[in-house]
């Protein structure tokens, strides 16, 4: 696609369920980062790809939160037993990094997750 | 630890005011630094800065790396309404890019 994609776009889930968050990264990028972002604050790294696997998964808060990428393209960010602490906008972001000259990244419109 | 920072955390000023954002780094294997704007759900592009010293320009927006003091700034002129916004810093380095907290700026009409 023209740009990186990811749905849902809002989500409003109750406290306990399983959630999966999908983001599919522009054509040929390569790298594919997942960040969260509380209200009004920056953004928290979450994890990164290089194709389909995880070099770095430092940030994943704790171990109900997992990711996986297939076909080096599609990304999905499970939240397993969803708590009101996970409320926030989930962004993805993708790009050729590392590729022959320093590249930016693209982000997509995030997802609005809501635990009530 | 490798970090990003930010500073100020907010600012609030009156449109035609000029501002200096500032963002400090500490990492290893830099290789760039990037400015975001963010006015609703995705951050987008303004600047990369590879090399000390080479101002990039868009308008009234201009930045600056400073390699040695491991630092850039983000200068906004004349500023306007339609610039309050997050201005996040981020840093290419080893396998990573790493956000700052950003600068919640907001500009009075």
């Known amino acids: 696609g023209a740009g990186v994609s990811q749905s849902p776009s809002n989500k409003v889930t109750e406290k306990g369920k399983d959630v999966e968050l999908r983001c599919d990264p522009i054509?040929?990028?390569?790298?594919l980062y997942w960040y969260r972002q509380s209200l009004g604050q920056g953004l928290e790294f979450l994890i990164y790809?290089?194709?389909?696997?995880?070099?770095?998964k430092s940030g994943l808060p704790s171990d109900r939160f997992s990711a996986e990428r297939t076909g080096g393209s599609v990304s999905t960010l499970t939240i397993q037993r969803t708590q009101q602490e996970d409320s926030a906008v989930y962004l993805c972001?993708?790009?050729?990094?590392?590729?022959?000259?320093?590249?930016?990244?693209?982000f997509g419109q995030g997802t609005r997750l809501t635990v009530v | 630890e490798d970090k990003v920072v930010q500073s100020p955390l907010s600012l609030v000023v009156h449109e035609g005011d000029t501002v200096t954002l500032n963002c400090s780094y500490e990492?290893?294997?830099?290789?760039?630094l990037l400015w975001y704007k963010q006015e609703k759900k995705a951050p987008t592009f303004l600047f990369m800065l590879?090399?000390?010293?080479i101002e990039k320009k868009s308008g009234r927006l201009s930045s600056i790396l400073d390699k040695k003091e491991l630092s850039s700034i983000l200068n906004i002129t004349a500023t306007q309404t339609g610039d309050s916004a997050i201005y996040l810093c981020?840093?290419?380095?080893?396998?990573?890019?790493?956000f700052g907290a950003g600068t919640i700026l907001r500009v009075k009409s």
């Open positions: 972001a993708s790009s050729l990094f590392p590729g022959p000259m320093n590249t930016e990244a693209f």
């Open positions: 054509s040929g990028h390569t790298a």
């Open positions: 790809f290089q194709g389909n696997s995880a070099p770095d």
């Open positions: 990492v290893t294997n830099f290789r760039s």
């Open positions: 590879t090399s000390s010293g």
């Open positions: 981020a840093v290419e380095y080893g396998n990573k890019l790493v």
